[in-house]
């Protein structure tokens, strides 16, 4: 399994117990399509924790080169709490993205998207690299998804 290095860069509160936060993918040439997932490991993490893994849909385009995006439902868990503590520059290991919910190959087939709360993740990937490179793509309700991402 191929496993990455990057650091956490930033973070933000996005909506009510919702977070973002970027992770630098510079110099790992990281490549994944929209949509996909993949493992989140916490190297060191600080106060001996040990249950430093958790995986995510990626929420950023392949696009947006030197930076990843991960998103997240605040909950009291040992990594959730030990991730918001973590300053930046913490070290993560990356597994190879995986997943097969990406946008169909089809553009003359309407693409509809419908998410509950964080579900929304894989959606903003893919709507963000469809509208960045112009897809062909019919996306029924990008522009209210575009107003929905992240926002409550």
């Keep these: 399994m191929a496993v990455y290095q990057m650091e956490l860069m930033d973070r933000e509160r996005v909506a009510r117990d919702t977070m973002t936060f970027w992770l630098s993918s510079d110099g790992c040439q990281y490549e994944f399509r929209a949509g996909q997932n993949a493992d989140f490991v916490l190297a060191n993490p ?6 430093i893994a958790r995986t995510f849909s990626l929420a950023s385009s392949p696009h947006d080169r030197g930076s990843i995006m991960i998103a997240m439902r605040m909950r009291v ?4 709490t030990t ?7 913490a070290r993560f290991e990356v597994s190879r993205a995986r997943g097969s919910f990406t946008l169909h190959q089809d553009p003359q087939s309407p693409a509809v998207f419908l998410a509950g709360g964080i579900g929304i993740t894989p959606m903003h990937s893919i709507i963000r690299w469809a509208s960045q490179q112009a897809d062909p793509h019919r996306l ?6 575009r107003l929905l991402c992240f926002c409550s």
């Design 83 to 89: 991730l918001m503590a973590a300053p930046n520059g």
């Design 77 to 80: 868990s040992e990594f959730k």
């Design 46 to 51: 600080p106060g001996g924790s040990t249950d």
């Design 140 to 145: 029924s309700g990008e522009s209210f998804m």
